[in-house]
């Protein structure tokens, strides 16, 4: 299993932050958080909850890999912008894409769990 890596993490938060050209601040208030918290959770310095990582891909309208893995998926709107026709995805592969975002917040769930102990 693949070792999650708070900095580059919080990297891809500030570099998706600044694309939609937001400052901390903004993007701290659409997820009720403070902005020394979101700057510490952009240098990687603190481990934000499983509650604060979904509020921020949420607000990003980010999905969860891409931000962990740095996994890019097009949005929506940016596949209207290229008019990029939607791919239908059969029953099976939509079941293996449920499961592995299930993957993904069990190992948040996990993180934070840890965390919490330490």
């Known amino acids: 299993m693949r070792e999650l ?6 990297m891809r938060i500030r570099q998706l932050r600044k694309v939609k050209g937001w400052s901390q601040d903004e993007l701290a208030k659409k ?10 959770i952009e240098r990687g ?13 949420g ?3 980010a999905a969860a890999d891409e931000i962990l893995w ?6 929506d709107a940016v596949l209207d912008m290229l008019h990029v026709p939607e791919i239908k995805l059969n029953d099976s592969k ?19 769990e840890i965390m919490n102990e330490a």
Request: with cysteine.
């Open 45 to 57: 310095t603190r481990i934000m909850s499983l509650e604060t990582f979904v509020s921020i891909c």
């Open 31 to 40: 997820c009720g958080i403070s902005m020394s918290f979101l700057g510490h």
């Open 5 to 10: 890596d708070y900095g580059r993490i919080g």
């Open 94 to 112: 939509k079941k293996k894409e449920q499961d592995s975002y299930a993957m993904y917040v069990k190992i948040m769930k996990s993180v934070a």
């Open 70 to 75: 740095g996994v890019a998926h097009p949005s």
């Open 59 to 61: 607000a990003l309208d």
